[in-house]
């Protein structure tokens, strides 16, 4: 708080109160009072005035300034009712309790919606674990009475399966911290995993899948890498040319590693290539060559930036996509 501030906020009083001064000062001078008397009933009212104001702008600004303060070093802002002490005059005590209930009834909603996101997170968990048992059953009659026939429908079941996952990594992504175990691994061993759980669909778009010196060692979570790859991989699937063909190779570089994912597919026109990685975003070519949700990037962007990783897409239309991933040598987790 200012002296500015607070002389604007006390301009009527300061107004009224030289008006009264003069007021008496008049009277004073028609009863034919002696100057000195004048004068010095003028000092003694200003005085005494100009202290009640000094007193009353030192209290006030040492009392916003403490809170705003407090409120610029808190992180939960809502908790700021809860530190800040009352203060000791009369506006800033009702001020003080108007904020107490507000941010109480605040309080009381976020816990209600926490506990709401909380048991819809749960029930996505749930549900997810009990659908992949009839997918699982399915997955495995198919396999046991394999047919040329079965195929198509083997593939189909295998697309559930991963929008099913996809659905699952979306509910655990807001709680990764509990959530992640961090390991070393290569590059080379999660690669392998994510190509191999996509191996049927790879075939039948006839993928030819390429790889170079992925025997470098990084740090994270495997279980979020794997699904992070799996979703750059289906992309290549759904967008690809006539050949699809996708090459996974590794650098070394200054304080970090970086995974780099191309793909000789349609591409990513230049206006879209800003907001692929936006939620629910599915572009030109999205919307024409394959149905898309717009959630396969999103993801990977989020959990690559709660893993503290950087993640970055580069393309041009008809001339395939590359992806690219930098695991860091040091890890910042985010909560």
Known sequence: ?????????????????????LIILMIFYLYGA???????????????????????????KKYYDELMDVFEQLDEKTFIADIVKEPSFYSGQVFYQVLKG??????????????????????IE???????????????????????????????????????EQALFYARSSTLNQDYKIETFTLESIVNQAVKSLSLS???????????????NVTSDSKWIVFILKQIIDNSIKYRSETLKISFSARKIENGTVLKISD????????????IFNRGFTGTNGRDYAKSTGMG??????LCEKLGLLIKAE????????IKIFFPDRLNILN
């Open 264 to 275: 000789n597919g349609i591409g990513i026109i230049e206006s879209d290539i800003e907001r």
């Open 34 to 60: 002696n100057v000195s008397l004048i004068i010095l009933v003028t000092i003694i009212q200003f005085f005494f005035f100009l202290c009640s104001m000094i007193i009353e702008f030192y209290r006030m």
């Open 297 to 302: 990037l999103y993801l990977c962007k989020t």
């Open 202 to 216: 790879l075939i039948r778009a006839n993928g030819k899948i390429e790889t170079n010196h992925l025997d470098l």
């Open 126 to 164: 749930l549900w997810v674990h009990e659908i992949k048992t009839p997918i699982t059953a399915l997955k495995l009659i198919l396999t046991n009475s394999r047919t040329k026939e079965n195929l198509p429908i083997q593939a189909e079941v295998s697309k559930i399966e991963e929008y099913v």
């Open 102 to 123: 507000a941010t109480k009834v605040m309080n009381d909603r976020i816990a209600s919606l926490k506990n709401a996101e909380r048991e819809y997170h749960d029930y």
């Open 315 to 322: 393309s041009q239309d008809k001339r395939g996509t590359t």
């Open 1 to 21: 708080m200012s002296l500015i501030q607070f002389i604007k906020e006390k301009q009527f009083s300061v107004l009224l109160n030289l008006i009264a001064l």
